[in-house]
């Protein structure tokens, strides 16, 4: 799985798996685990991860969710009603397993955006958004943010175009233990980003105070702790890792 990560583009390898998702579905059908987005199983789930951090269990073959993805669904289907309510909803760099459920839902009004995938209706910047001011009632922003050198300047594009009392949800690798944000500017190949931040195309590492800088540009945030309220035996079943999610409103 490594080397296919490092080896081929996102693009490219979005367009493969949308050939190979039919065979990977049928080859690792089982029982033991379960996508909980389309309640699709399987006899095990893949090993994701870049560097030397392969994370056990964390790819669905047949969805190609990870454990975030998972997470994230059983949030939005469990804690809110955002799936069933008629909103105007920003994708940004759309998950494919997202993307095509969203997609069937009719009483959303639901836009995709991202400078390269091609999945997005609307190729655009995260700092230089091509929407109306307070536009969306949903933001969905899932690990984009450490991508971006000029994160606040996306955050407040983000927070321009949210509706009041929108939400905004916007889950980055964050460690806990973190209590400030880890960047360095100077850092900027391929190989010292994957040594320094973990990932080759990411410029920082995000900690506690991802928060504080998503309340510098006005929002209101907390840190939802879905894991908590989950049986260890969904835990398992759905390949979760323990995480919380960063919801901020406006």
Not at 4 to 25: A, D, E, G, M, Y
Not at 31 to 45: C, V
Not at 180 to 188: C, G, L, N, P, V
Not at 213 to 218: A, D, F, I, K, Q
Request: aromatic share 14%.
């Amino acid at each position: 799985m490594k080397w296919v990560l490092r080896l081929f583009p996102r693009t490219f390898l979005i367009r493969l798996s949308l050939i190979l998702q039919p065979f990977l579905r049928w080859y690792f059908r089982g029982n033991q685990f379960e996508d909980p987005i389309d309640g699709s199983k399987y006899r095990k789930f893949l090993p994701y991860g870049y560097g030397e951090k392969l994370r056990d269990n964390a790819l669905c073959p047949g969805t190609l969710s990870l454990e975030r993805h998972r997470l994230l669904w059983l949030y939005l289907n469990r804690e809110t009603d955002f799936l069933h309510q008629p909103l105007k909803v920003l994708h940004l760099a759309p998950e494919q397993v997202f993307y095509n459920r969203f997609r069937q839902f009719k009483h959303w009004n639901y836009t995709t955006a991202d400078l390269y995938s091609p999945l997005a209706d609307v190729k655009a910047d995260i700092c230089e958004l091509p929407f109306e001011d307070i536009e969306f009632d949903l933001i969905l922003c899932n690990h984009v943010l450490e991508h971006i050198p000029e994160d606040e300047k996306a955050m407040s594009e983000l927070y321009r175009v949210l509706k009041k009392g929108g939400t905004l949800i916007a889950q980055v690798p964050l460690e806990a233990q973190r209590i400030k944000t880890f960047e360095d500017k100077s850092i900027t190949t391929p190989k010292e980003r994957t040594k320094a931040f973990g990932q080759y195309d990411h410029v920082r590492i995000y900690g506690m105070d991802f928060y504080a800088r998503l309340e510098n540009v006005g929002f209101q945030t907390k840190a939802f702790d879905l894991i908590s309220k989950l049986k260890p035996a969904e835990i398992n079943r759905f390949g979760l890792q323990k995480e919380s999610l960063p919801i901020a409103e406006k």
